[in-house]
């Protein structure tokens, strides 16, 4: 069977079925679980549906903020405590877009004093409640389904920040990829925050492991340390580990 014959019905099934699971596949197609990744990669990058652990989904599938915030909240919540270690009295940072980064600023001590700039509108709502923290929320275009901040205003201020490290929201990474996100205009604002930080800093659920967007942030080699819900030994973060990034 040719590929685009491949792709056609995996296509033909994702309309019918709303998801694709990756073992099913391989049996109706009799291929190997190699082939259906490259076949659910390249689907991706041509923005005709979103990997995810096991398979794939229509992008219409893909949740709003409001969704988002409440899927996998405990696994969330345990990976942000573990983040929350590298926060310091005084530091500087910047902290993007993300369910996940929410709980971390759900979790600040409430006493700590931080300077903290942000994309993300839940994000600086919650800063308020905070006394010693002195929160900016930066300026530009509203991102409805992320509840944040994007355009040339965002960047020409992130332009004039230097700080000690960030916590960046990712819809995907992969190992030889790196980090990708399915908006371009989201992607570029992810590129300004990255050269305005010292150390960069991302919570990752294990599902967004192995997974790949249209739109490239950076590569690995960008990102400093990798906070997940798995136990360090687990056989998915070793290929991360061989590419330099520190796991917590």
Sequence with gaps: MLKVERQSIILDELRFHKKVISSELCEILQVSEDTIRRDLNELESKGQLKKVHGGAI?????????KREVQEIQTKH??????????????????DGGTSNLQLVNLLPHEMKLTIFTNSIPVASKLC????VDGVLLGGNILRKGHSIIGYQALEYLE???????FMGITSIDPNFGLSEAN??????????????????SMVISSKLNTRQPFKVCDLSSLDIMVTDLELDDDQLKPFKEKGVDIL
């Design 184 to 201: 371009r205009k989201e992607t570029i604002i992810k590129k300004a925050i990255i050269n305005a930080s010292n150390k960069v800093v």
């Design 129 to 132: 409640e905070y006394p010693n």
């Design 78 to 95: 345990t990976i942000a405590k573990k983040a929350l270690n590298l926060i310091k009295e005084d530091h500087v940072i910047i902290i």
């Design 160 to 166: 004039e920040i230097h700080a000690d490290l960030c």
């Design 58 to 66: 229509t992008l219409s599938f893909i949740p709003s903020f409001k």
